[in-house]
């Protein structure tokens, strides 16, 4: 729960740089919302969240 909402605000900031920036469109951003709550319902949820755990643990076990 804590690495999904870490990530989700993450991409949060990601979007609002992105969009005072003006590289990305307010329509892209919607776009984007919407497919990821699309995604949330099939199938492949599970898998895309295994896959962001097992990055965020692969980024917490390197050492600088």
């Known amino acids: 729960m804590a690495i999904s909402v ?8 990601l979007a609002v740089v992105f969009l005072r920036n003006g590289g990305l469109r307010m329509s892209h951003a ?6 990821g709550f699309l995604l949330a319902n099939t199938s492949i949820a599970p898998t895309i969240s295994n896959g962001l755990s097992a990055t965020a643990s692969l980024v917490s076990g390197v050492k600088p």
């Open 6 to 13: 870490s990530v989700v605000l993450l991409l949060v900031v």
């Open 30 to 35: 919607l776009v984007c919302v919407l497919l």
